[in-house]
């Protein structure tokens, strides 16, 4: 299984953005779909998931409210809606999916298998 991340660039504060992340291969081995992201000299950070089967939707509280995850029925997209853009946004973010189901949702990079190469957000002040 590949993905591949798309829709990053620069946008301004309190600006909008949707990134996509395009599932390729067996997409019957996806379980949980996440987003993450790693700001200049700063550790990966989780954004949120959403999970599989259920659809339930985890976010981190610096996003929560402003980000929203969503995933196609057929699991081949992945989508992260951003708004209200601000500054401390600005970070490469990575998709990811994971290979087995987890009662709790994972908000751990380990727990992810799949990743894809990530796309650069810049939000301008």
């Known amino acids: 299984v590949q993905l591949q991340a798309s829709g990053g660039g620069l946008v301004q504060t309190g600006g909008s953005m949707r990134l996509s992340c395009k599932a390729l291969?067996?997409?019957?081995?996806?379980?949980?779909a996440g987003w993450f992201r790693q700001a200049p000299g700063k550790e990966r950070e989780y954004v949120g998931t959403v999970t599989y089967p259920e659809g339930k939707e985890d976010y981190a509280d610096s996003v929560k409210g402003r980000f929203t995850i969503s995933r196609s029925r057929v699991k081949d997209t992945i989508s992260l809606q951003m708004n209200n853009l601000k500054p401390e946004d600005t970070a490469i973010y990575y998709c990811?999916?994971?290979?087995?189901?987890?009662?709790?949702?994972?908000?751990?990079?380990?727990?992810?298998?799949?990743w894809g190469q990530g796309t650069l957000v810049t939000v301008s002040s």
């Open positions: 990811a999916s994971t290979s087995e189901y987890y009662l709790t949702i994972p908000r751990r990079a380990e727990r992810y298998d799949y």
């Open positions: 291969g067996q997409t019957d081995r996806l379980f949980h």
